[in-house]
């Protein structure tokens, strides 16, 4: 049973930097074909995919937050972090980790990250 | 950027067949993936690879494509479908993109 679990603060300032990370269980990123991604969701609005992290340590970003956004894996810790700089109230959302094998499959329970001052 | 287009809103009765479509330029080349998300509740996989359907999922979800256009079906619709769906793909580069979500009404 593949499960994930996001961690982190709940409450960041604006321009601060937020790191989350992302436990997993049931699977290995280093497995072909295997990835993890981050997904946020603003409260009431859609989903938004942000980074991705393959098994081969190849990477992907959201064309809008690349030069704000940086994923890296821990292989040996089941563990994938996403860093997301000069944080702002838009920033504000739930933000999902998933396991990724071309399609989303399972997601973690979501973390709500609210940025205010 | 690649865009996924969706209809905010559609509404059925129960026991009616809801379609929800997903319009994008790369889709005809992409394969289209479908999310179901209940309120407080993270997204779930309802259909991969266009049409194929993860165990443990109804056989009234079922998903086509034709063109730049792929469409989730659920026939039958039941009370308990009452949720967000969300379409998503890529483009040739790998980014992965959503679509803006469509709340589906069962009245």
């Known amino acids: 049973q593949i499960t994930l679990k996001e961690s982190g603060p709940t409450l960041v300032k604006p321009t601060q930097t937020l790191t989350l990370t992302c436990t997993f269980s049931g699977f290995s990123l280093s497995t072909s074909g295997v990835g993890v991604g981050w997904i946020r969701q603003p409260p009431g609005k859609a989903l938004e995919w942000l980074a991705l992290i393959y098994w081969n340590d190849d990477k992907r970003y959201s064309p809008s937050l690349k030069s704000r956004l940086t994923i890296t894996k821990d292989t040996s810790k089941n563990q994938v972090v996403l860093t997301m700089t000069n944080m702002d109230p838009v920033d504000t959302a739930t933000y999902y980790c998933?396991?990724?094998?071309?399609?989303?499959?399972?997601w973690g329970q979501g973390t709500l990250v609210t940025v205010s001052s | 950027s690649y865009e996924l287009t969706q209809p905010p809103s559609v509404s059925v009765s129960p026991g009616q067949t809801a379609r929800i479509t997903c319009s994008g330029d790369a889709l005809p080349k992409q394969y289209a993936y479908w999310y179901q998300q209940k309120p407080g509740q993270a997204p779930v996989l309802v259909i991969y690879?266009?049409?194929e359907r993860p165990s443990g999922i109804p056989e009234r979800f079922s998903g086509s494509s034709s063109g730049t256009t792929v469409t989730l079906t659920i026939s039958g619709v039941q009370a308990e479908d009452e949720a967000d769906y969300y379409c998503?793909?890529?483009?040739?580069?790998?980014?992965?993109?959503f679509g803006g979500g469509t709340k589906l009404t069962v009245l």
């Open positions: 998933a396991h990724d094998v071309g399609w989303f499959d399972p």
């Open positions: 998503q793909s890529a483009d040739s580069s790998g980014t992965k993109v």
């Open positions: 690879k266009d049409s």
